[in-house]
């Protein structure tokens, strides 16, 4: 029974998923740091920048995350010895990054290019109108695609099993091969991640919410000064 | 000069965040993963050795307890060689390639000597003796023999020797391969398989413990020695291994240890 497995197993699963979790925040923060700076270069006017993360992407977007961990892992040994926890947490950082850095560059792109003409001829300064003007609202263009984007990067986490982390699957893994019982233990897991992304959706929806009330008064302006006009 | 407040304050609490989680994992997450450093435990060096970890009775988690025969042997060694045990698991189609890429010092994971193998890794004096089984669907009348595998569905782990017999035995796309033995055991009763090459005790363990209905079928195909293998050049831990392999099967322990498992000295040929 299901519910045997999910009594005899909680401290087990609840250890597992705190590393599951861990895994995924640290990767993902690192993701974002990584997909903003490649995003920034990605549209930057500089061609070798640009080139670097058109690169990047097209590397990274066009090949299995399976590989480059077990290339992380494995492969590059010789180079630098990474513990479990670094090689699955940069290996999904890197992977996040590049497709954090095209839902960056979707809304700072989304932008209109007005707002940026706007700062500079108040005499802003390129980089402090893209962080008080363009970034916020960029940001909260973002939150949707990032959201999702989340949610991928913790379902994919569970590839870490392959080399040997005790993560959520690769705890399920060890669990069924000892205790006989595919099914309920495999269900147990996904139950495990069901619930770790319902509470994630709950709090990107607030996020979501928070930030489009913040933005309301803004509308409003904007509808008088058309009035106005 | 709100806005810059709030903006900051994002950035603030993500950088706070972040390094509570990091210094939360450096502790945890780091852990199992360090090989040959001086551990924790007074200042002993670590013996770090690999197993799949999905292989019961020789190794398996208990109560998230890596457990099991093969566990309890690395640990016997390691008290011999004044170090300290930290048993890690691997996917088992990755042991190798992790042994040689430095993940750990030694695989103690039921290795089985191959002439292949012995190209990869060293390998130490045998640490017992199994053979390779064939196992069938309980009530299925059709196989008897290795000779009646021809052209039936097999199951076995990727990268085992079973995975050698299997080609042997039947044709190659009617070759499943498996993360662990016991998941393909498990494959027996929904018919993708006709049959699984596993070894002996581990199916027969799975049987004892009502794991399905399965049973074993003809002859042992072979009769192999389980090994311990470290990296190609460490010949120095070759004969650091089997100085402790000898004394454990003296002093009596290895026989306390087999026999907790399996009732018998599994060391002794049959």
Known sequence: MIIDIFLSSYPLFLKATWLTVQLTAVALMLGCVVGLVIAFFRISDN????????????VIRGTPLIVQICILYFGLANLVTLSQFWAGAIALAVHNGAYIAEIFRGAIQSIDRGQMEASRSLGMSYPLAMRRIILPQAFRRAIPSLGNQFIIGLKDSSLVAYV?????????????????KQLETYMVVG?????????????????????????APNKQTKDNTSVAA | MKKRAKWSGILLSTVLVGSLLLSACGSQGNAPAAGGQAGGDGGKKDFTYAMSGVYKPFSFKENGQLTGFDVEIGQALAEKMGMNAVPITNPFETIIPGLDA??????????????????????????????SQIFVQEGNTTIKSKEDLKGKKIGVVKASNYLDWAKKLTDEDK??????????LLDLPTGRLDAVITDQVVGLRFIKEGGGKVIDVGEPLSFDEQAIAVRLGDSEAVERINKALDEVVKDGTYEKISQKWFGRNILQKQ
Do not use: C
């Not at chain 1, 061609?47 to 097209?58: D, F, G, P, S």
């Not at chain 1, 992304?197 to 979501?208: A, D, G, R, T």
């Open chain 2, 175 to 184: 070759i499943t391969q498996y993360d662990s033995d016991i998941t393909a």
């Open chain 1, 47 to 58: 061609k070798v920048l640009n080139y670097i993360a058109h690169v990047y992407i097209t």
């Open chain 2, 102 to 131: 430095k993940k750990y010092d030694a695989v103690i994971g039921s290795l089985t000597v191959t002439p292949e193998r012995q190209k990869a890794v060293l390998f130490t004096n045998p640490y017992y003796r199994s053979g």
């Open chain 1, 164 to 180: 040997g982390m005790q993560d959520l699957w690769g705890t399920g893994l060890g669990e069924a091969a000892s205790n006989y």
């Open chain 1, 191 to 215: 139950l495990y991640y069901l619930v770790l992304i319902m509470i994630f959706s709950y709090f990107v929806n607030k996020l979501e919410a928070r930030l489009a009330k913040g933005k």
